[in-house]
């Protein structure tokens, strides 16, 4: 069982070697027909001949370990892959791949003759259902559209009649938009007028101001001598 599950990926123990020998090397063939075993194994362009998949690790004292599947050389992790489509190992408490969906329908399509043109025929069903599914998504997205641009447009509308727009008001606008974009600059200005005629020390009204108080002050020092 310990060399079965080196064969499926385990991890290897230094202690399986033998004293007084440098590597360990364990191997095993299996015979199948099975076309996902075979579509695997193409993916990785190693070579499926008379059905026949041979296995072979090799662990090494220095620690090292090297997997091949018809004598291509793998990692670990394809070990386990394909491992996992060959072997399975039962236990208490362990998930049993009988529980599995996928691995009841590959028991299933094994056992039927002619299986491709029902395969077929099924994805091409699968397909069209899919192609419908996809229509009827698109329909609903349109009506959710033509019902977001209803909420929209009435909104719209309602905010140009309760504007109250008028005849020609179009042109008073415009007309009143050079104003408008100079705003900060007249705004400005007038701040400045208002400084020079009031705010400043130089006050141009107090100044006047000032000036009258003088001048009403002689005109009445010249009253006053003439009364005199």
Do not use: W
């Not at 310990?2 to 064969?7: A, G």
């Not at 385990?10 to 076309?35: E, N, Q």
């Amino acid at each position: 069982m310990k060399s079965i599950e080196l064969l499926t990926g385990a991890r290897a123990d230094l202690a399986l070697i033998r004293a007084g020998v440098s590597v360990c090397t364990i191997s095993a063939f299996s015979k199948t027909k099975s076309d996902k075993i075979s579509e695997f194994l193409n993916n990785f362009s190693i070579p499926f001949d008379d059905n026949i998949i041979l296995i072979r690790r090799t662990i090494e004292n220095a620690g090292k370990s090297k997997a091949f599947i018809n004598d291509s050389q793998v990692n670990i992790s394809t070990l386990v892959s394909i491992g996992q489509q060959l072997i399975d190992f039962h236990g208490q408490n362990e998930k049993y791949s009988l529980l599995d969906l996928d691995f009841q329908l590959e028991i299933l399509d094994n056992e039927v003759e002619n299986l491709k043109p029902l395969l077929k025929k099924s994805a091409h069903l699968y397909d069209k259902v899919k192609d419908l599914e996809s229509k009827i998504e698109s329909v609903n997205l349109s009506e959710a559209e033509r019902a977001r641009k209803i909420d929209l447009y009435s909104f719209q509308i309602k905010e140009i009649d309760d504007a109250k727009l008028e005849v020609g008001e179009d042109e008073k606008l415009e007309a009143e938009l050079p104003k408008l974009k100079n705003v900060e600059k007249i705004t400005s200005l007038s701040k400045e007028i208002i400084t020079i005629l009031y705010s400043s020390d130089n006050a141009v009204l107090g100044g006047i101001l000032n000036s009258s108080r003088k001048y009403k002050a002689a005109d009445e020092k010249t009253l006053l001598r003439h009364y005199h």
